[in-house]
């Protein structure tokens, strides 16, 4: 990944407004940063959460609180726990997110 126009900045996550994804079942908020050629997001589900699509972009995502389970479309599963990441490429590895329980995430793409 090679960050570009983006200058040093700081960001306040109580300050930006989240908006509502629904999924297949329950509802993700996203608190999104965009600027040059990144994508930055504090984005929470809710318990029972299954994405509605199976996403080809590529990720840095760390779990802050909760569990999130990840499924590739070859059907690997991956249960990540607080203080887990996965890193995945664009076009890749197609995969989807769901939590039984409700999860706090740190999303860089």
């Not at 040093?8 to 109580?14: A, L």
Request: hydrophobic share 35%; glycine share 8%.
């Amino acid at each position: 990944m090679k960050i570009q126009d983006v200058p040093f900045c700081t960001i306040d996550w109580s300050t930006i407004a989240p908006t509502e994804h629904a999924g297949e079942t329950g509802i993700a908020y996203w608190r999104t940063f965009e600027m040059g050629n990144i994508r930055v997001r504090m984005v929470e589900y809710t318990a029972g959460y299954l994405a509605d699509h199976w996403c080809k972009r590529g990720h840095v995502l760390l779990v802050m609180e909760g569990e999130l389970e990840t499924e590739l479309s070859d059907g690997r599963k991956f249960l990540l726990k607080p203080g887990m990441s996965y890193q995945v490429a664009d076009d890749t590895h197609p995969h989807r997110s769901n939590t039984k329980t409700g999860v706090k995430l740190f999303i860089v793409d």
